[in-house]
């Protein structure tokens, strides 16, 4: 009897071993297709910026004009479709390149992609704040990894709707991690606001805010 349990408890550890190798190599693939998808679609959309200057209507976001709510939270979709990025943002000084989706995309997700939140304004609303989330680290989706390399005065490009829009960073603070974020911008200026995790710290996240200095 008790060699017939003990054959029931290991076919039932091996079947939780293959189970749990199954769900960790679902889990990876899925994250390498994703991150594949994600630079073919900023691939494709540079393309089609260098062919026509229009973007297609059904790829064209209303901003809203109403003051935001600067607090934020993170959701995560995971619906797969080709949608052009309605975005760039650039940091020279980093070397970052990166597309981003519009706000009610079901590819603007923080787990794989720059996430826009849905408190933002786009780049073309005066006095607007454009706030985009992302993950540091060394991941595969970790495009704000060295944001932390970062200081006052550098500038970050935004392309939007075939105009560039020139930011200068002037300050720089962190937040303790507890679910929302405190954007502590001049209401009177067009920002642009990133977030990403502190820099060697579990506990804190890093927010950089920059003002609109320039359009092109």
Do not use: W
Request: proline content about 1%; some cysteine.
């Amino acid at each position: 009897m008790k060699k017939i349990n003990f054959k029931y408890q290991v076919a039932a550890g091996v079947i939780l071993i293959i189970a749990g190798t199954l769900a960790l190599l679902s889990n990876y693939i899925k994250e390498k297709r994703d991150v594949v998808f994600s630079n073919m679609n900023l691939a494709l959309s540079s393309i089609n910026d260098t062919v026509t200057n229009n973007i297609d209507e059904k790829n064209q976001i209303i901003a809203n004009e109403n003051p935001e709510e600067e607090s934020s939270s993170s959701t995560v979709n995971t619906d797969y479709a080709y949608e052009k990025y309605i975005g760039i943002i650039e940091i020279n000084k980093i070397n970052l390149y990166k597309g981003f989706y519009a706000k009610d995309s079901n590819l603007n997700n923080v787990k794989f992609n720059l996430y826009v939140l849905p408190e933002s304004s786009y780049p073309d609303v005066e006095k607007g704040n454009l706030i985009i989330a992302g993950h540091s680290g060394n991941y595969n989706n970790s495009y704000f990894a060295n944001l932390y390399k970062l200081s006052v005065d550098d500038t970050i490009n935004i392309y939007y709707n075939n105009i560039k829009y020139i930011y200068k960073i002037y300050k720089i603070y962190d937040e303790e991690k507890t679910g929302t974020v405190r954007i502590l911008r001049d209401r009177e200026k067009t920002s642009l606001t990133l977030i990403t995790c502190t820099k060697d710290d579990d506990y804190h996240q890093t927010v950089y805010i920059a003002e609109l200095i320039e359009k092109e």
